[in-house]
């Protein structure tokens, strides 16, 4: 397993027009102090979205620009992220305005295989040409958890925005059989910047077991209020909360690349 995230490298040049689009017009900023607090300006922001849950073009485009730099692999769980699954919405979204996207793609998605679902992660990273923020969901970020135990994910992986971490061995009863495979949960530190996405309501994961993984998992833990299980059934179109969450990360990332000191750190946050 890797120890540093310093021993990657993102493309300078890349590196360079980002940093110098955020002096010009900062990105909203979201508090990780256990609780998700929205400043001001992106609460504004919130107001912006349509009655479809489309994301404002403002916030479209500016994290547009932090991401030329890398590549999002989206992660879905246990059935698959249905067309309507924000995952597809993001998809579709960063596709259309330029941004590498892809997903992983699995044979079976109600009968998860643990072996072939690890194969296929790691197959679909190593592809990339270019740093990569992975996007898991469910029992996606416990995939992602796994391959990381296992030492087998390239250091080409920059940064992992977790959403609903599936709690294989205390969700719902008669699911549990279906992820087995999947248990215990691993809780070694991930050696990449990470954000846990937790919801007040989920049946796959109770806010405190989230905040026990995002401890072990050395990630910032972020309160999504109550969405439920944040998958096929919470209907959140774009979501922008989490586009504000995977800007968050993607900025952390971009700041640990760059190698700046605390105090400038602070400055640019």
């Keep these: 397993m890797r120890q540093s995230v310093n021993k990657r490298t993102v493309d300078a040049k890349n590196i360079g027009s980002v940093m110098s689009a955020l002096k010009r017009k900062p990105v909203p900023r979201l508090s990780f102090s256990g609780q998700s607090r929205l400043p001001q300006k992106a609460a504004s922001l919130h107001q912006q979205v349509d009655v479809q849950g489309s994301a404002p073009e403002e916030i479209v485009r500016r994290l547009s620009a932090s991401l030329a730099g890398f590549e999002v692999l989206i992660v879905p769980g246990l059935d698959g992220s249905a067309r309507h699954h924000w995952q597809s919405s993001w998809q579709r979204l960063f596709r259309a305005n330029g941004v590498a996207v892809r997903r992983v ?41 796994h391959a990381i135990k296992k030492g087998l994910l390239p250091e080409t992986v920059a940064g992992a925005l977790l959403v609903a971490p599936a709690d294989v061995e205390n969700g719902p009863e008669l699911e549990r059989y279906r992820v087995a495979a999947f248990s215990p949960v691993p809780l070694s530190p991930l050696p990449f910047p990470s954000v846990v996405v937790g919801s007040r309501n989920d049946p796959w994961l109770s806010v405190t077991s989230a905040r026990k993984f995002a401890r072990h998992w050395s990630a910032s833990f972020v309160d999504a209020g109550r969405k439920g299980h944040i998958g096929n059934q919470s209907d959140l179109g774009d979501w922008l909360d989490g586009l ?26």
């Excluded at 194969?119 to 029992?139: M, N, R």
């Excluded at 990332?253 to 946050?269: A, D, I, M, N, P």
Aim: with cysteine.
């Design 105 to 145: 793609t699995q044979a079976n998605w109600s009968k998860p295989d643990y072996e072939n679902w690890v194969t296929a992660l790691v197959a679909a990273v190593k592809k990339s040409k270019k740093p990569v923020l992975l996007v898991g969901h469910s029992l996606g970020c416990l995939l992602i958890t």
């Design 244 to 269: 504000l969450f995977l800007d968050r990360l993607t900025q952390t990332v971009l700041l640990e690349k760059t190698g700046l000191s605390r105090h400038q750190k602070r400055v640019l946050q």
